[in-house]
């Protein structure tokens, strides 16, 4: 007999009744039919480093993590983890019961979310803000309050409006939620900045998450501060890490978690009914990744500038107002000196007037018309991919 269902009722639940297919997905699905560059979606299209690659490879001929590994994660690569925590920050997580190794960042947003927030409860976000913040935040029953960060044209920045920030927490406000370096903006939050969230935490008794994915990814004068380092923080900050975004093997899908015992145990009981374990071998892989030397992160982050810069001077040359990030590996960009007001209707047409694909930032914004004129291209592909992309919007934008 079929299985049979009413009309009246919609198979997906209210909650994430808003969520349809990713704008990502869309996107690659139209640069795959169109034959277009596509700086849309946040993947690199080179492997990262060759003996990181092996390090996997010798991980499944030796037979380690070919089958379920520990449920917090490899003890190799949770002290990994600590260490590079501890070398990089002076910050000190025993690895033992301060960190939790995930499915990606994005897994580790969910469990904490899933963990950390009752039914009612508020959280308050940067806006624009990466799309599972917003669908992690509803899943768990809870409902988000964005904090817009709004352009400065004379600096060429988006910034974070600090009293806006202290309106914005109410009775109902469980915790903030954090990203820096931020995507999709390329916006460093400064010292000052992080000071006052986490003078405003500690005030107001708050739980922080903070997403902390392109920590490596940081360019010019800007400094990365972890919010766990400032007064008040390391008991009350979950903060999120990955592989992905900086040794660019972002299928292996390896994030992490590191916070106070209490934190981590409460985000593992969600974790463990979510994947329970994954990414065995290649977990082996990261922490050799994390061992690194310095020379590897300052090569890393010098090659990613260069594409920065050669991406962001193309986009100028074509008439684009460009934000050129402080980090992250994206670049914003104003579409409003092309005469385009209209970022969806610019990035559906985008592939057939110009050959490339880029992301609308409107679909990472509450206030949709606060996001509407900015467009989001991906700068971590190969230097010959830029240049034809530059090129090839500089003849479709000037004249």
Not at 31 to 47: C, E, K, V
Not at 263 to 271: D, I, M, Q, Y
Not at 362 to 370: I, L, T
Request: proline share 7%; net charge negative; hydrophobic share 40%.
């Amino acid at each position: 007999m079929p299985f049979m269902t009413s009309t009246a009722r919609p198979f997906l639940n209210r909650r994430l009744a808003e969520f349809g297919t990713t704008i990502f997905a869309e996107m690659s699905a139209l640069a795959a039919a169109t034959g277009s560059i596509n700086l849309g979606q946040g993947f690199p299209d080179t492997d990262g480093p060759e003996e990181v690659r092996e390090a996997a490879v010798r991980a499944l001929r030796d037979g380690r993590g070919n089958q379920y590994p520990p449920g917090p994660g490899v003890p190799e690569l949770r002290t990994a983890i600590a260490d590079h925590q501890r070398r990089r920050y002076g910050l000190s997580f025993d690895p033992d019961t301060e960190v939790l190794v995930t499915a990606g960042a994005t897994e580790a947003i969910a469990a904490t979310l899933l963990a950390l927030l009752e039914p009612g409860d508020e959280v308050v976000a940067l806006e624009p803000y990466y799309d599972s913040y917003a669908a992690c935040i509803a899943m768990a029953g809870a409902a988000r309050v964005p904090v817009t960060l709004r352009p400065d044209p004379e600096q060429a920045r988006f910034r974070l409006d600090l009293d806006e920030l202290r309106d914005a927490v109410t009775e109902r406000t469980r915790l903030l939620l954090i990203n820096t370096p931020h995507n999709p903006t390329g916006t460093v939050l400064t010292r000052e900045e992080l000071t006052a969230i986490a003078e405003l935490a500690v005030e107001r008794d708050l739980l922080v998450v903070t997403d902390e994915v392109y920590e490596h990814l940081v360019f010019d004068e800007a400094e990365h501060v972890p919010l766990a380092t400032l007064p008040g923080m390391r008991e009350r900050t979950v903060t999120i890490g990955s592989a992905g975004k900086t040794f660019s093997f972002t299928g292996w899908k390896v994030g992490w978690v590191t916070a106070a015992p209490g934190l981590v145990t409460a985000v593992r009981s969600a974790k463990q009914f979510l994947t329970y374990v994954s990414s065995g071998p290649f977990q082996y892989a990261v922490a050799e990744a994390l061992t690194l030397p310095d020379t590897y992160f300052e090569a890393f982050r010098e090659d990613m500038r260069v594409k920065r810069d050669l991406l962001s001077t193309g986009l100028t040359e074509a008439g684009f107002n460009v934000f050129r990030p402080s980090g992250t590996y994206f670049v914003t960009t104003d579409i409003r000196p092309l005469g385009e007001t209209d970022g969806f209707a610019f990035c559906r047409a985008l592939p057939e007037r110009a050959g490339v694909v880029a992301i609308p930032n409107a679909v990472f914004y509450d206030h949709r018309e606060e996001g509407a004129p900015f467009v989001r291209f991906a700068f971590c592909k190969r230097t010959g991919v830029l240049e034809e992309a530059a090129e090839r919007l500089r003849k479709a934008f000037t004249h």
